[in-house]
């Protein structure tokens, strides 16, 4: 047995990382083992936000990394790796935020929505949220049914949005609606006559998350709500490529946190003859599958940093790591969870808590069927979903 290989890490890949990048994973790391690791299991037990943890999650001056002009993704996917060591629905504050709107704003908003948002998006004083699927339109966002008008002063929005993350608290959601007939994106504040902000309760999953559904009533937005840059349906997938990657990094924290700490107990359990469970062939075969599972994970990760950096990336490519780790990352956390016995069901082991959570990471952002079929048209050339 090597003394130098992390259980969780057997190719080494965070021995290449440049001080910078293991700065910001180790930075995050020691926030999520202070501050989110000690709380969140009651949170979900009360199915309750963390909202203290916003100022804290401010001051590690992540989402700024976004706003460079090239950005370092790599290091930005480790931070989303640290985080979802502590919960799937932390990582997702910043892939909305961060990913879905911060990501907007600077690509294809105009200067003044630039200036009046950026920076208190990406320092977490105002939160976002993203308003896109419909109840009848999720995996199909082209059919949506949600309306703008032009009139005298800017235009009038009508509709009805669904699960969107931050949304019961967000200051500001960038909502699309169709504008004679094309897909177009509005900066809607949330305070506005006929918004209406309302939780989904009653989660099994992401229950430490401010889950909204939203009704938008006649809303009057004035002409400089529109993002000029976003006028199609791609715009909206490009912000969405974007959080996409960061869930491909994101569940690699979680799988590893169930992977570490199932490993921890399975040393200490002693059973059957005096020795440890971690002793026993069937369990030590597993673990090698999990070992196995999550560097693929991790070097899918990596390279698809490499290749974002470079902006060399394709849909496909995240929609691939998309896919792969989500579906990843719940088979870990569920045999994690049947390695613990009965304590896995706890919520102070955590590993429930993640593979739950993981259920919603595996739907949203795009199902694993709709990657599929994205992974699909890419190898065949051929569109199987219009
Ligand atoms: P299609 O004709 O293929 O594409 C329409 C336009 O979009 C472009 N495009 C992309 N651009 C960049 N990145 C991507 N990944 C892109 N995918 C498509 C495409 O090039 C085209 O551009 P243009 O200029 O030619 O018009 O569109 P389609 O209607 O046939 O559907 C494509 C499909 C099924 C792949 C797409 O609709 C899809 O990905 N569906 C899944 C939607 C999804 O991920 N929904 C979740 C949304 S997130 C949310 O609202 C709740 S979770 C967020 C939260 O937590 O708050």
Redesign the pocket.
Same mark, same amino acid.
């Given at each position: 047995m090597s003394d130098t290989l992390q259980p969780t890490d057997l190719y080494q890949l965070d021995a290449g990382l440049t001080d910078a990048r293991r700065d910001i994973a180790a930075r995050t790391r020691t926030f999520v083992d202070a501050e989110v690791l000690p709380c969140i299991a009651d949170y979900h037990d009360r199915e309750e936000v963390p909202r203290h943890l916003l100022s804290g999650l401010a001051r590690l001056d992540l989402l700024p990394m976004l706003l460079d002009d090239k950005p370092d993704y790599i290091a930005y996917g480790l931070a989303m790796r640290e985080l979802e060591r502590g919960s799937s629905t932390l990582r997702?504050v910043f892939? #909305?935020q961060g990913g &879905?709107v911060l990501h907007a704003i600077k690509n294809f908003g105009s200067d003044a929505q630039r200036a009046r948002w950026l920076q208190p998006l990406a320092n977490l004083e105002s939160l976002a949220? !993203?308003? =896109? $699927?419909e109840p009848l339109f %999720?995996?199909?966002?082209?059919g949506m049914e949600t309306r703008a008008e032009k009139t005298a002063r800017g235009y009038r929005i009508n509709g009805h949005k669904r699960?969107? $993350?931050?949304?019961t608290a967000a200051e500001v959601a960038l909502v699309w609606a169709k504008l004679d007939g094309r897909i177009c994106g509005f900066l809607v504040e949330t305070n506005l006559p006929g918004m209406d902000m309302r939780p989904i309760k009653g989660k099994i999953s992401f229950r430490t998350s401010e889950t909204a559904e939203l009704v938008l009533n006649n809303v009057e937005v004035p002409e400089s709500a529109l993002l000029p840059g976003a006028r199609? &349906? %791609?715009a909206a997938?490009?912000c =969405?490529?974007q959080?996409r990657y960061s869930i491909a990094w994101g569940t690699i924290g979680a799988a590893q946190a169930c992977l570490e700490e199932t490993i921890a107990y399975l040393k200490q359990r002693i059973q059957f003859d005096e020795k440890p469970l971690a002793s026993h062939q069937l369990i030590q075969h597993k673990l090698a599958w999990m070992a196995a599972d999550l560097t693929a994970m991790q070097l899918m990760a990596m390279r698809l940093g490499e290749l974002k950096c470079a902006g060399r990336e394709v849909?496909a490519q #995240?929609?691939l790591a998309k896919m792969y780790n989500s579906r990843k990352a719940i088979e870990i956390a569920r045999t994690c969870r049947e390695l613990l016995g009965a304590h896995g069901i706890l919520t102070d082991n955590h590993v429930m808590r993640r593979m739950v959570d993981l259920e919603t990471v595996i739907t949203?952002? %795009? $199902?694993e069927h /709709?990657h599929a =079929? /994205?992974v699909g048209s890419e190898l065949t050339g051929i569109?199987a !979903?219009?």
């Open positions: 997702s892939s #909305v &879905l949220c !993203f308003a =896109l $699927t %999720g995996s199909n966002p082209s699960w969107a $993350t931050n949304g199609s &349906l %791609g997938m490009a =969405l490529n959080a849909p #995240v929609s949203y952002e %795009g $199902t /709709i =079929l /994205i569109k !979903f219009s």
